[in-house]
């Protein structure tokens, strides 16, 4: 079982369902209100859990309505809680999500809060926790001096180092320096490289910029359309597996969730981006974020089904 570890942002998901999203000044007759937990962070730790890895988050959250949401979340899931602070002082960050039912796309406006208070001490408090682990995974929803922290101690104690660069923020690129895997979508890829990303040319091309920062191994997840990789010296267009899509909030954080488990695992990568690419595929089949997240047994059920891959 591998075991993975980083700094993250950890949500509620406030998300209302309509027939279409409104236009400014327009009113839409919603369907459903949902909440929910979310967050990067949180969404890609729960992501690796239930895919069969043991997760350490670090993070923050306020002692009010919302962090008893996560709370209880987290204890009917089984993760640990060990490094998320709590303090009756701060609000638990939120996302006010809005859900197109025609096509299930959304809409989304984050207020990080208690997030934007992880720093360089709450890493390295869990120090003895990066020694053990198998990798490293983190986002931008948390602030950059912990990535920085993080990647710090995945170096000291030479373990894969994650990051996908979401959401897009404007920062120093050398957070990007001696980066295992970088992890974008294509508008990431685009507003971090200066290269719109339409083609697979381009991917290659902002891949080159993406290297030229530090990164070993670039991965652009490009939707529907897949996921593309390339090291520098091979690459791989891998398609995305065609599923009914219910909603769609959660399928970056369960690619990386799910990838971070099979690297850990000291899968390949070709058959960790499978296996990345499965636990997407399952996730937009069902409403929720974190609750999206397939079971292990689900995504090897998948694994062998669509690439004759089995794993235990």
């Known amino acids: 079982m591998a075991k993975i570890i980083g700094p993250g942002s950890l949500n509620v998901d406030i998300t209302g369902y309509a027939p279409h999203l409104p236009v400014g000044g327009e009113t839409t007759k919603g369907t459903t209100l949902r909440f929910s937990p979310g967050g990067k962070g949180s969404n890609q730790m729960t992501a690796a859990h239930r895919a069969g890895a043991t997760v350490r988050l670090i993070g923050r959250r306020g002692k009010d309505v919302l962090g008893d949401i996560l709370q209880k979340f987290y204890a009917a899931e089984g993760m640990s809680e060990q490094y998320i602070f709590t303090s009756p002082e701060e609000e638990t960050g939120s996302a006010l999500i809005e859900i197109d039912q025609r096509d299930a796309q959304n809409r989304i406006i984050v207020i990080p809060a208690a997030n934007e208070r992880v720093d360089r001490a709450a890493v390295l408090a869990a120090e ?14 948390t602030t950059t001096e912990a990535v920085m922290a993080a990647k710090e101690l995945a170096h000291k104690y030479g373990k894969p180092f994650i990051l996908n660069p979401a959401p897009y923020t404007h920062l120093d690129k050398k957070i990007f320096d001696g980066v295992d895997f970088v992890t974008p979508n294509e508008t990431e890829a685009e507003e971090f490289t200066g290269v719109k990303v339409g083609t697979v040319e381009d991917c290659r091309r902002a891949a080159t910029v993406f290297f030229e920062m530090g990164v070993k191994n670039v991965i652009i997840t490009l939707g529907v359309r897949g996921a593309f990789f390339t090291d520098g010296k091979k690459e791989l267009l891998l398609p995305a597996i065609k599923m009914k899509a219910v909603e769609t909030t959660g399928a970056g954080d369960a690619f990386n969730g799910g ?13 960790a981006l499978k296996f990345a690419t499965c636990t997407s595929a399952i996730s937009v089949t069902r409403l929720g974020a974190a609750q999206s997240m397939p079971r292990r047994e689900e995504i090897l059920a998948l694994l062998s089904e669509k690439f004759n891959i089995s794993l235990s």
Do not use: C, R, S
Request: overall charge negative; cysteine-free.
């Open 128 to 141: 003895a926790d990066f020694a053990d682990a198998d990798a490293v995974l983190t986002q931008l929803e």
């Open 259 to 271: 990838f971070a488990t099979a690297i850990g695992e000291g899968l390949d990568v070709e058959t």
